[in-house]
């Protein structure tokens, strides 16, 4: 099956932009989605479709994709968007096999 | 609003079967054709598909696990449920049940807050 690689770590200050990124072969053939997942509580979808937000997540993220690699930013980042963040794709092999990412961990300094 | 709830036992001994349900409430579970889903984390780690099943029944699964692995619906209860048979400490996970959205991919957009299964005798 394929397989999903983030960052493990990633900090950013207070305002600033991070992007964090996600590399897969399956991504050349398939979108990618992004997750929050704060402490403690079950993961929320931020970006879905490549570069679409649900309602209620903030203009703040964004996402993209190039090749093998999609990406997350968040523009101004805030002390709650400090969180574990997955990447999530449908697996290259056609078949309805789905994969999460590695994730990456966050700090807002 | 969907909201999605794990129930089942939070212990279960090696070897055994992992029996989990997932009540779904405020949204039908079939119109627009959601799947429905599981998803496990271990202790510390990242996230792992388990499955998915249509309220049909057609259900889908994560190949490393397929063979131990049971995922149905009863959409007359507004439940889908899971069962995971021989299981060993490496089963030891969080279990969330979630709606996936089917369109120009498939995203899971609604999540149950989790259930902590310890296996262990």
């Known amino acids: 099956s394929s397989e999903l690689t983030q960052d493990p770590t990633v900090s950013v200050a207070l305002g600033q932009t991070v992007r964090i990124t996600c590399q897969g072969d399956?991504?050349?053939?398939?979108?990618a989605n992004w997750y929050q997942q704060k402490s403690g509580q079950a993961p929320v979808l931020v970006i879905y479709?490549?570069?679409n937000r649900p309602s209620g997540i903030p203009d703040r993220f964004s996402g993209s994709s190039s090749g093998n690699t999609a990406s997350l930013t968040i523009t101004g980042a805030q002390a709650e968007d400090e969180a574990d963040y997955y990447c999530?794709?449908?697996?290259?092999?056609?078949?309805?096999?789905?994969?999460f990412g590695t994730g990456t961990k966050v700090t807002v300094l | 609003q969907v909201q999605l709830q794990e129930s089942g036992p939070g212990l279960v001994n090696p070897s055994q079967t992992l029996s989990l349900t997932c009540t779904v409430s405020?949204?039908?579970?079939?119109?627009?054709?959601?799947?429905w889903s599981w998803i496990r984390q271990h202790p510390g780690k990242g996230l792992e598909w388990i499955g998915f099943?249509?309220?049909?029944?057609?259900?889908y699964y994560n190949p490393s696990l397929k063979s131990r692995l049971a995922i149905s619906v009863d959409t007359s209860k507004n439940q889908f449920s899971l069962k995971l048979s021989s299981v060993t400490a490496a089963d030891t996970a969080v279990y969330y049940c979630?709606?996936?959205?089917?369109?120009?991919?498939?995203?899971?957009?609604?999540w149950g807050q989790g259930t902590l299964v310890t296996v262990s005798s």
């Open positions: 979630a709606r996936v959205r089917t369109g120009t991919t498939n995203y899971f957009d609604y």
């Open positions: 405020g949204g039908s579970m079939s119109i627009n054709g959601p799947y």
């Open positions: 099943i249509y309220y049909t029944g057609s259900a």
């Open positions: 399956c991504l050349r053939s398939n979108y």
């Open positions: 479709a490549k570069n």
């Open positions: 999530n794709s449908r697996d290259s092999s056609g078949k309805h096999v789905y994969v």
